[in-house]
């Protein structure tokens, strides 16, 4: 194998020299004695005493592979000896899972049949050895923390979907789930365990004793007087539930927390571990040691300023030494014990990794002295080593561990050819590399040192009426706000040694997204990027199947780290050419949706399908981008010759799109553009352009074809001489201005899309945590209440009520500390202005995208959906300890918002069904809070009046009910007894949900109901479709309504008392609620435009009024008649039906008659000044005989 460094050439295996006598000047080797001192420097024989070492023979590079295979055979044990079997253990070395016969349900097993993945019920996998006498021990790595059955059973144990491990009389299991252990029966035993733990699996088999450790502390004995004798022996074994997934050690590597006196299931290499001690003791000796050729004489130095300068002396005892190293280092357990702890030492030192120079030294060396698959083997296995360091490290106060192993990867990423064989082979193929951007969230917070990092909680304890937190209480005590600042300063020094760990992970992400280290090939970044655009594939395409998804605990750190780097490199190029955008204003141009160089996969376009897409809007592609779609395209993507396409598509299928194994691979007309159909759709490298470069004049069509995402190169992604990489096919409303790196562009898409696929769902779940504190904070509040309330004579109440409040205490201590790391690791600050900034992202990116006109049809509908989700965070996430009214641009964001719901909502350009109800959900709940209402009232008033008319567009064929909603949302507060923020009746109970929309106090907007009443002024055949198709909607809801609450009061008056649906309740509870809503807007249309019913020149006028009063005749004589229908399914108080009351629909009805009384009273004054032509509006209402005064007896009673 030649130098890979240049220089000397050397061959690892077959290297022939010249004695040193024949040639000492020409190939500048040290003389015999300088040489032989040298050697025997480097290699001393354990047997030789120092009053020998005068007496030794010279030692030349002829005899030195004699001399070095006597040293390593030194101490070996005999081969006789090495083969024999182990007393006490039966089965094959080395020890994996049994996945042939020794295993009950389905699961997945890693390749290297360590590792497992539950895919039942409940499914058991054994090891194939087993143990009958003596000590034995294994270790299971936790990678989730959900139910799983851990231990040892015999052969004769039979296992099924219901039972496993432990629960059949011979086997034996601890569960930290539940915190019990299991044999046959279960009792209460251990600690719970999380993600990241190791459970040390223990039996004495003279003493019949099964032990558990959890992170190396013992749990205490679980079982004694096990079954032993003849015919029983003990397989390791678990039993895990869906998607639970673990990996075993039996000793293929050192084993985390050894126990004295108990062997590892698997025997280590012991022959192999003492020859590469042995060698890697050469190595140091190489390193400390230098020559003086001018004196003569070898000098001592520090190994840390060691250099591979290519002395031949050097570099030939170094070959001879590597000659048997290089082998050993494709071994895991070797890489783990020896080389990890090597390198791991060279950095303990502290200070930064670039004072460590002599890592990069020995990767060299590497590279120059082993086979690259040697090389490739070794790295690997490190890498491997070093992630499940990373992942299943105890997490301490200074986060140390983690630290150590962080700084190793990054030495070793700084190393180019390591990291470009890393990137290309191992990181995203092999590993589960995110793991390395994740700081995993303690569950015992003792264990984590936290309570002597935060030795002081705190939680809130003044709260309003709405049980809400006060965020700056006036009544605080001294003793409380000391507490307070205390526990701040707890979290702040928390912070910040996370931060060291965070500033790591996005130093190695730099490191990835080089762009300069082209010199060994292609850029880092290039490859980064298409083995990310690989990784969003797989978590796209495979929702729900636990081999390809990444935990979303994962993303949402990787999310961030990665946001972090990609903006300081934009920011980095912004500084190199300042004409570019800087990433405070980034954003996605529209041509990467539409140019066919980015995949979007399977994922759904605003305008629907990318097939149907390309066919319907090829003349606009053609007109406004310059791209010409080839017809031949067109035809083999329609349904017509899928079949025959099939064939030929298999053939150019990349690898890794043959979904994941037969059992679960799509059908090719579901599959995505790059997983099942060659890339057929608009694409990527291949671009011909007829001018070099772009012209002043109009521009020549461009065609385009596909090529998968693995084969790009850096000139189809950046582009050259004309070439426009990514940004090819800018539409004219497209600002011809640098914006950044066209990578880096991908890179700003790929993260949106990581947002929309997991992080924003698990951002709301650790909201939990605040959630709990909170709920604990006002039951302690309340216990110490009845505390000081409690009469002196009842002790017994009082002693109760004691131990809630130390019981909440403790929970609420426990908790605020946890809170504390969830604040600093996901609710930060930073992490806040991260998801604001992706925010802002994505509304530039729709602005722009919309500006394309027909093309907009071509953005995904997750940058839609990223911009609401990532609001909502903001607002409902984030707070209390951060607040979004503090967020630069604040204000000026909420209204560019408001402005694409405003827009979009209605937009014919949007066809998806789902995404068309998020928008008019997100526009409901945007109108409920006075700032974001604030924001729509902002937008230009040609949009606001748009928007008016789309809410006021006929009911019929539509989603109506969240359009009627918002409409009384920008009414409530002014309707008649419309101030409430919630039903008066319910006042007294607590609501499960403060910040819900519904319970928000009103905010009418003025502004909004002008703009109605305007539109239904001058468009008279709008108004009358309008409330024709309200008036519709409410005589169908009321309807209905009275239909539920018959079936329900009949379920309720059967002698069998049969219990009422709870679906039913809730429709029936949905149904009143809409009737509500539809009457208020009637009283807003009502009070606003009175001309609709009461001008007899308007056509409609009389019909509509005579509708609206044979409709408010229905609903006053169904609620108000004594002792009717209405009245005894409210006197039920079923629950569910709590909003089901006379109040809110009486108010409503009564203030509709007000208003027309009213209004009806004045238009009738000007009829009769004018001479009567007509009848005033209201008679028509007042004369209607089934209208009785009496009939509203309960409207004055309320």
């Known amino acids: 194998m030649s130098s890979k460094g240049g220089g000397t050439a050397l061959t690892r295996r077959n290297y022939r020299l010249s004695s040193d006598t024949d040639k000492p000047r020409s190939t500048g080797i040290v003389n015999e004695k300088l040489l032989s001192d040298y050697l025997h420097h480097v290699f001393p024989s354990t047997k030789q005493g120092p009053a020998l070492a005068?007496?030794?023979?010279?030692?030349?590079?002829?005899?030195?592979?004699?001399?070095?295979?006597?040293?390593?055979?030194?101490?070996?044990?005999?081969?006789?000896?090495?083969?024999?079997?182990?007393?006490?253990?039966?089965?094959?070395?080395?020890?994996?899972?049994?996945?042939?016969?020794?295993?009950?349900?389905?699961?997945?097993?890693d390749d290297d049949l360590l590792g497992v993945i539950g895919h039942s019920n409940f499914s058991s996998i054994r090891a194939t050895t087993c143990v009958y006498k003596g000590k034995w021990a294994y270790e299971v790595l936790i990678s989730s923390q959900g139910l799983m059955q851990i231990g040892w059973c015999t052969l004769n144990c039979r296992f099924n979907q219901e039972e496993g491990v432990g629960d059949t009389p011979d086997s034996y299991a601890y569960d930290g789930n539940r915190v019990r252990k299991w044999n046959v029966t279960t009792t209460n035993y251990g600690k719970s365990w999380a993600a990241g733990d190791i459970v040390s699996c223990l039996i004495d088999l003279d003493e019949g004793t099964i032990t558990f450790c959890l992170n190396g502390q013992s749990l205490g004995t679980a079982f004694t007087n096990i079954k032993t004798g003849p015919g029983v022996a003990y397989f390791p074994a678990i039993s895990l539930s869906f998607k639970e997934s673990v990996a075993f050690n039996f000793g293929s590597r050192p084993l985390r927390y050894p126990v004295e006196g108990y062997l590892p299931l698997q025997n280590p290499p012991t022959a192999d571990l003492m020859k590469a001690h042995k060698l890697?003791?050469?190595?140091?000796?190489?390193?400390?040691?230098?020559?003086?050729?001018?004196?003569?004489?070898?000098?001592?130095?520090?190994?840390?300023?060691?250099?591979?300068?290519?002395?031949?002396?050097v570099l030939v005892t170094l070959a001879h030494i590597f000659n048997h190293f290089a082998p050993l280092m494709c071994k895991v357990y070797l890489v783990e014990d020896v080389l990890m702890d090597f390198l791991l030492g060279i950095l303990e030192g502290g200070g930064s990794v670039d004072e460590h120079p002599l890592i990069q030294q020995l990767l060299d060396l590497f590279w120059l002295l082993m086979e690259d698959y040697e090389v490739n083997e070794c790295l690997k296995q490190l890498?491997?080593?070093?992630?499940?360091?990373?992942?299943?490290?105890?997490?301490?106060?200074?986060?140390?561990?983690?630290?150590?192993?962080?700084?190793?990867?990054?030495?070793?990423?700084?190393?180019?050819?390591?990291?470009?064989?890393?990137?290309?082979?191992v990181l995203f193929d092999v590993l589960r590399s995110v793991v390395f951007f994740y700081v995993k969230t303690p569950l015992r917070v003792k264990e984590a040192g936290l309570e002597e990092l935060i030795p002081t909680t705190w939680w809130p304890t003044h709260f309003d009426k709405e049980g809400k937190d006060e965020r700056e209480p006036k009544e605080e005590s001294a003793d409380e706000r000391l507490r307070r600042r205390a526990y701040e300063r707890g979290c702040q020094r928390l912070k910040k040694r996370i931060e060291v760990v965070e500033e790591l992970q996005v130093q190695i992400l730099r490191l990835l997204l080089n762009n300069k280290d082209k010199t060994t090939g292609e850029a880092s970044r290039y490859i980064f990027l298409n083995k990310f655009r690989k990784f969003l594939q797989e978590n796209a395409s495979n929702r729900g199947h636990p081999t390809a998804l990444c935990p979303p605990e994962y993303m949402v750190c990787f999310l961030h780290r990665l946001i972090t780097a990609v903006r300081s490199c934009w920011d980095e190029g912004n500084r190199k050419s300042p004409g570019s955008i800087s990433s405070e204003d980034a954003y996605v141009p529209p041509q990467l949706f539409y140019n066919g160089k980015v995949d979007y996969f399977d994922l759904q376009r605003l305008g629907g399908l990318l097939s149907h897409l390309k066919k319907t809007l090829k003349d606009d592609l053609a007109s406004k981008a310059n791209i010409i779609i080839d017809p031949a395209e067109i035809q083999t993507t329609s349904m017509d010759d899928l079949d025959e396409d099939e064939e030929s598509g298999a053939a150019q299928r990349p690898f890794g799109a043959a979904a994941m194994g037969g059992a679960l691979a799509r059908p090719s007309w579901l599959s995505s553009p790059t997983l099942g159909r060659a890339n057929r759709f608009l694409s990527t490298a291949a671009v011909s352009l007829m001018t070099p470069r772009r012209p002043l004049t109009q521009p020549e069509k461009v065609k385009v074809r596909t090529l998968a995402v693995e084969q790009r190169t850096e000139e189809d992604i950046e582009g050259s001489h004309g070439n426009d990489g990514l940004l090819l096919g800018r539409p004219l409303e497209e600002p011809d201005q640098p914006i950044a790196d066209k990578s880096l562009l991908e890179i700003v898409d790929g993260i949106v899309m990581m947002y929309n696929l997991s992080v924003h769902q698990q951002l709301g779940k650790m909201v939990v945590v605040s959630d709990d504190v909170h709920e604990y904070a006002v039951a302690l509040k309340d216990t110490e209440e009845k505390i000081a309330r409690c009469p002196a004579r009842r002790a017994d109440i009082l002693e109760e009520l004691q131990k809630s409040q130390k019981v909440f205490a403790e929970k609420l201590n426990h908790l605020s500390r946890r809170l504390a790391w969830i604040n600093a690791t996901i609710y930060s600050k930073e992490k806040m202005l991260d998801v604001y900034w992706l925010l802002c992202v994505c509304i530039r990116t729709i602005e722009h995208a919309d500006n394309?006109?027909?093309?907009?049809?071509?953005?995904?509908?997750?940058?839609?959906?990223?911009?609401?989700?990532?609001?909502?965070?903001?607002?409902?996430?984030?707070?209390?300890?951060n607040s979004m009214e503090e967020l630069p641009g604040y204000e000026e964001t909420l209204t560019q918002l408001a402005a694409i719901l405003a827009k979009h909502f209605a937009d014919p350009r949007i066809v998806?069904?789902?995404?068309?109800?998020?928008?008019?959900?997100?526009?409901?709940?945007?109108?409920?809070?006075?700032?974001?209402?604030?924001?729509?009232?902002?937008?230009?008033?040609?949009?606001?009046?748009?928007?008016?008319?789309?809410?006021?567009?006929?009911?019929?064929?539509?989603?109506?009910?969240?359009?009627?909603?918002?409409?009384?949302?920008?009414?409530?507060?002014?309707?008649?007894?419309?101030?409430?923020?919630?039903?008066?009746?319910?006042?007294?109970?607590?609501?499960?949900?403060?910040?819900?929309?519904?319970?928000?106090?009103?905010?009418?907007?003025?502004?909004?109901?002008?703009?109605?009443?305007?539109?239904?002024?001058?468009?008279?055949?709008?108004?009358?479709?309008?409330?024709?198709?309200?008036?519709?909607?409410?005589?169908?809801a009321?309807?209905?309504?009275?239909?539920?609450?018959?079936?329900?009061?009949?379920?309720?008056?059967?002698?069998?008392?049969?219990?009422?649906?709870?679906?039913?309740?809730?429709?029936?509870?949905?149904?009143?609620?809409?009737?509500?809503?539809?009457?208020?807007?009637?009283?807003?249309?009502?009070?606003?435009?009175?001309?609709?019913?009461?001008?007899?020149?308007?056509?409609?006028?009389?019909?509509?009024?005579?509708?609206?009063?044979?409709?408010?005749?229905?609903?006053?004589?169904?609620?108000?008649?004594?002792?009717?229908?209405?009245?005894?399914?409210?006197?039920?108080?079923?629950?569910?039906?709590?909003?089901?009351?006379?109040?809110?629909?009486?108010?409503?009805?009564?203030?509709?008659?007000?208003?027309?009384?009213?209004?009806?009273?004045?238009?009738?004054?000007?009829?009769?000044?004018?001479?009567?032509?007509?009848?005033?509006?209201?008679?028509?209402?007042?004369?209607?005989?089934?209208?009785?005064?009496?009939?509203?007896?309960?409207?004055?009673?309320?």
């Open 383 to 425: 890498m491997m080593s070093l992630l499940r360091a990373y992942r299943f490290s105890p997490i301490i106060p200074d986060l140390g561990f983690q630290i150590h192993y962080l700084r190793l990867t990054t030495a070793i990423l700084r190393h180019e050819k390591s990291r470009k064989y890393l990137l290309s082979n």
């Open 912 to 1036: 998806g069904t789902d995404i068309k109800d998020s928008l008019m959900q997100a526009l409901a709940s945007y109108v409920c809070y006075p700032q974001s209402l604030r924001a729509v009232e902002r937008i230009p008033e040609e949009q606001r009046v748009a928007m008016m008319r789309n809410l006021l567009a006929p009911y019929e064929q539509r989603p109506w009910a969240q359009t009627n909603w918002i409409l009384v949302r920008l009414w409530r507060g002014c309707g008649f007894g419309y101030r409430y923020t919630r039903l008066p009746h319910l006042l007294k109970t607590k609501p499960e949900d403060a910040n819900l929309p519904s319970l928000q106090k009103p905010c009418p907007s003025l502004l909004l109901q002008r703009h109605m009443a305007e539109l239904l002024s001058m468009d008279k055949d709008m108004a009358a479709s309008f409330l024709n198709s309200v008036l519709n909607q409410l005589n169908w």
């Open 1038 to 1198: 009321f309807s209905e309504f009275i239909g539920m609450i018959q079936e329900i009061q009949q379920a309720a008056e059967r002698p069998e008392r049969n219990f009422v649906d709870t679906r039913q309740l809730k429709v029936c509870a949905t149904c009143f609620d809409l009737s509500v809503s539809l009457l208020r807007v009637l009283e807003m249309t009502v009070t606003l435009v009175p001309e609709i019913f009461l001008d007899w020149s308007r056509p409609s006028a009389e019909l509509l009024l005579r509708r609206l009063a044979q409709l408010l005749n229905q609903v006053l004589n169904r609620v108000t008649a004594e002792k009717n229908l209405f009245d005894r399914v409210v006197n039920l108080r079923l629950p569910g039906l709590e909003s089901v009351d006379h109040y809110p629909i009486l108010v409503a009805v009564t203030g509709i008659l007000v208003r027309i009384l009213v209004d009806g009273d004045r238009q009738g004054h000007g009829l009769h000044q004018r001479g009567g032509e007509a009848e005033g509006g209201a008679d028509v209402g007042v004369s209607d005989r089934r209208i009785q005064t009496g009939s509203s007896q309960h409207s004055s009673n309320q």
């Open 280 to 313: 890697l003791g050469y190595i140091k000796n190489v390193l400390a040691t230098a020559i003086d050729t001018q004196e003569e004489k070898l000098l001592e130095k520090d190994c840390a300023v060691w250099r591979l300068h290519g002395e031949p002396t």
């Open 852 to 881: 394309t006109g027909s093309l907009f049809a071509f953005a995904p509908e997750f940058y839609l959906n990223v911009a609401m989700n990532a609001y909502s965070a903001l607002k409902n996430y984030f707070s209390p300890a």
């Open 54 to 109: 005068s007496l030794r023979k010279p030692l030349g590079f002829q005899d030195l592979g004699a001399h070095l295979e006597r040293l390593l055979s030194e101490g070996e044990p005999a081969e006789e000896s090495r083969d024999q079997p182990v007393e006490g253990r039966l089965g094959p070395q080395p020890v994996v899972l049994d996945h042939t016969s020794g295993f009950e349900g389905l699961l997945f097993v």
